[in-house]
């Protein structure tokens, strides 16, 4: 009797099973269909590694530039050896980045390293035949080794690209080396008509001048020289 009871109670208070609908069985997937979501969640999966290769690459250039950027920042002479390993980090990024090349080269001539500059202008002007800069490089370097004609010949591609006080200068001087004063005289009076408060130039000119017998020229040139100079 009482476990008659007992049995009444706990059958009015214990929960109902769970019912299956017909639409729960209805939804349960067959082996073909757990085969087709299978391949659905590889192809996803897939696709979103695509999606991050494509999105890595196409930031490649991006990051390139900073590496370039941060290398500029460097070119400085106590740190043109870490400017270097910035412009070789934008190189392996972008290898077509004609200016990491030129001031790669660029550091590696103020470092005296001048094989390695030769050869990275020379990729700089593979990739932009028009970069002055490259040219004017090259001419420092021929002439720094003593082949006056062939820094004559770069200095002059680079003027015939763009004119600049530096390509002027320097063809003047090389020039003077070799006797060719008014040659000289007369790469200096353009190298004055870019900057007009450079002593350097006017010293230089006055010397080419004192060289003709034109001494009138050479002591006015000396003494604007001077007058620079002490105004720095």
Do not use: C
């Amino acid at each position: 009797m009482t476990e008659s009871v007992l049995a009444r109670l706990w059958n009015a208070v214990k929960p109902p099973p769970p019912v299956r609908s017909p639409q729960a069985e209805s939804r349960q997937l067959t082996p073909r269909q757990k085969r087709l979501l299978r391949i659905a969640a590889g192809t996803l999966v897939l696709g979103a590694a695509a999606w991050g290769v494509s999105n890595y690459i196409i930031s490649e250039p991006q990051r390139a530039n900073q590496d370039f950027q941060e290398g500029m920042r460097l070119m400085q002479p106590a740190t043109y050896a870490q400017a270097i390993q910035h412009f070789d980090r934008a190189l392996q990024k972008t290898p077509d980045l004609a200016a990491a090349y030129l001031n790669r080269g660029i550091a590696y001539r103020y470092l005296n390293r001048t094989d390695q500059a030769l050869g990275d202008f020379e990729a700089a002007l593979r990739i932009n035949p028009y970069l002055s800069r490259a040219y004017s490089e090259r001419g420092s370097i021929f002439r720094q080794r003593g082949d006056a004609n062939r820094a004559i010949d770069e200095f002059t591609k680079a003027l015939g690209i763009e004119e600049s006080l530096d390509a002027y200068y320097e063809r003047g001087q090389t020039y003077e080396s070799l006797g060719e004063h008014q040659k000289a005289i007369a790469d200096f009076d353009s190298a004055i008509a870019w900057m007009r408060n450079s002593p350097e130039v006017y010293r230089a000119r006055s010397l080419a001048r004192r060289n003709i017998g034109d001494i009138a020229g050479y002591e006015a040139d000396r003494d604007q020289a001077n007058s620079f100079e002490q105004r720095r």
